[in-house]
């Protein structure tokens, strides 16, 4: 058995950016940590959801650990750091927001979790954070901080493949994709909100097909941020598994070799 631990920034992006491997993973009997750096202070309330004089912080901190339950994880943690908001938001001034840490400090912080787990292998985010959010980049610098300071040997930086989503989404405007979104549903455009990578620079990727229902169902306990007409609840099943069937990521050591908790679900990618 082997560990693997992933970083996320805020409840929730766990399901949408690594739920897949982490399911897989825990389904093969390693063990799967998360750890989260805030407690997602500042995300975006469903109506009518918190009860009267509920905080969000606590709802989200409860709302991760069914979502944790729903992908295997064995352990929840975080770092202790508020959410800092969306990028260029007066709260990113904030002194005690996790886009103004220290980056030593916070790695420390990670690599304490790192060296207790004896990770075998570690997920982050590209370094810019996949679209650009402040505490998605500090997540990369932190987390490779703290890879390097626990001398974990596997670091995937999860991303976004932008070539694939942009065809995925020209063929569905064109008909030929085989399937359609509701109506009022639009697809994001890549290039205007700046998501993830060209294919070209990614390394690795996760078929994750076989873990969709995990991944829908760690989504599912994200009821404060995740609504039914949220975009990817929204989608028709066959449209959900093909958006999120596939993780994709920029490698870093020997990702998939036999010490690896993530063997024979992390393959290498090179771009047609």
């Given amino acids: 058995m082997a560990t693997l631990v992933c970083f996320h920034a805020h409840p929730d992006d766990e399901a949408i950016g690594t739920g897949g491997i982490m399911a897989l993973a825990a389904g093969a009997g390693h063990r799967v940590?998360?750890?989260?750096?805030?407690?997602?202070?500042?995300?975006?309330?469903?109506?009518?959801v918190l009860d009267e004089g509920e905080q969000l912080a606590l709802r989200r901190t409860a709302e991760v650990h069914r979502s944790a339950e729903a992908l295997g994880v064995a352990r929840v943690e975080f770092l202790g750091y508020v959410d800092s908001g969306m990028m260029g938001e007066a709260t990113n001034d904030e002194p005690w927001t996790f886009w103004r840490a220290d980056v030593g400090s916070a790695a420390h912080r990670l690599a304490v979790i790192l060296t207790e787990e004896g990770a075998d292998?570690?997920?982050?985010?590209?370094?810019?954070?996949?679209?650009?959010?402040?505490?998605?980049?500090?997540?990369?610098?932190v987390g490779m901080r703290a890879a390097e300071l626990?001398?974990?040997?596997?670091?995937?930086?999860?991303?976004?493949?932008?070539?694939a989503i942009t065809r995925m989404i020209e063929l569905q405007r064109s008909g030929a994709g085989g399937f359609e979104l509701p109506?009022?549903?639009?697809?994001?455009?890549?290039?205007e909100m700046d998501l993830g990578v060209p294919e070209e620079l990614l390394t690795h990727v996760a078929d994750v097909s076989a873990a969709v229902g995990a991944k829908r169902a760690s989504l599912l306990a994200h009821r404060s941020q995740v609504a039914d007409d949220h975009f990817f609840l929204?989608?028709?099943?066959?449209?959900?598994?093909?958006?999120?069937?596939?993780e994709w990521f920029i490698g870093h050591g020997p990702v998939d070799d036999d010490g690896s908790?993530?063997?024979?679900?992390v393959a290498p990618f090179t771009a047609a």
């Fill in 33 to 48: 940590v998360l750890v989260c750096a805030t407690r997602g202070e500042r995300g975006e309330i469903q109506p009518g």
């Fill in 121 to 141: 292998a570690l997920t982050v985010y590209d370094d810019h954070g996949g679209y650009g959010h402040p505490d998605h980049i500090q997540v990369h610098r």
């Fill in 150 to 163: 626990a001398g974990v040997p596997r670091v995937l930086e999860g991303t976004i493949n932008r070539t």
């Fill in 183 to 191: 109506e009022g549903v639009q697809p994001p455009d890549p290039e």
């Fill in 234 to 246: 929204a989608m028709p099943e066959a449209v959900f598994a093909a958006v999120m069937g596939t």
């Fill in 261 to 265: 908790p993530l063997r024979g679900i």
